[in-house]
């Protein structure tokens, strides 16, 4: 069972970067790293996927190193809307959420 | 499409009460989830199903929780009898093919206090 660990909270100013690392030491070979982004009283929302390397889209990167025993979401130039718990998921056989790290941005 | 469709959006019953949470996933998914979302455990995986069976029911509680899914655009999660501990905000999720590669689309969940 790959067991997620992120940080609890992060902190952050409106137009910097902000980069959530997530540890998953025990990803198993037919695992994808999945990114999903929660506000209040909503359901999580996917933000970004990947296997290996980097991963770019049009609201994030991915990027994973090739032991693949963690990765990080690169948020760039956040806002204050992009206030809000990310969660890190390693599917595969089994899905398995993170504790969520609550980034919050600041003007 | 409406997205996946939970209701109802708000719950709020005794101990002891039977409850009874409703979803309507995306249409053509292939993949129906619940989970359950504490302060405390953070959003858990109870049980999922592919095309209408129920294939990992491992995280659901205990025998209070039940969860059927009689077709393809109807699933239910039942707790009976309800205790103040299954307060939580419960999400239905649907993904179309492959479970846990595909992107999961969350409902917007049901708020159940159990007083």
């Known amino acids: 069972l790959a067991k997620t660990t992120q940080p609890i909270s992060m902190d952050s100013y409106e137009g910097q970067e902000v980069n959530i690392t997530c540890s998953h030491n025990?990803?198993?070979?037919?695992?994808?790293i999945t990114w999903y982004q929660q506000f209040p009283s909503q359901g999580p929302r996917f933000i970004i996927q990947?296997?290996?390397t980097k991963v770019t889209n049009e609201v994030a990167s991915l990027f994973i190193p090739a032991d693949r025993k963690s990765s990080t979401l690169s948020l760039p130039r956040v806002s204050l809307s992009d206030t809000a718990v990310y969660y890190c998921?390693?599917?595969?056989?089994?899905?398995?959420f993170g504790g969520g790290t609550r980034l919050m941005v600041k003007p | 499409d409406a997205g996946v469709i939970q209701s109802p959006r708000h719950e709020v019953t005794e101990m002891g009460q039977e409850v009874t949470l409703r979803c309507k996933p995306i249409?053509?998914?292939?993949?129906l989830f619940w989970y359950r979302q504490t302060m405390m455990r953070g959003l858990e995986l109870l049980i999922y199903?592919?095309?209408?069976?129920?294939?990992?029911d491992s995280g659901m509680p205990e025998d209070r929780f039940s969860a059927k899914m009689p077709n393809a655009s109807f699933s239910t999660l039942k707790i009976q009898p309800s205790e103040p501990r299954d307060s939580a905000v419960y999400f239905c999720?649907?993904?179309?093919?492959?479970?846990?590669?595909?992107?999961?689309?969350f409902g917007p969940g049901t708020r159940l206090t159990v007083l």
């Open positions: 999720a649907s993904t179309p093919f492959e479970r846990g590669t595909d992107t999961q689309y």
């Open positions: 025990n990803i198993a070979t037919n695992d994808y």
């Open positions: 990947g296997y290996k």
């Open positions: 998921l390693v599917a595969g056989n089994m899905l398995t």
């Open positions: 249409s053509g998914h292939d993949y």
């Open positions: 199903f592919n095309n209408n069976v129920p294939i990992d």
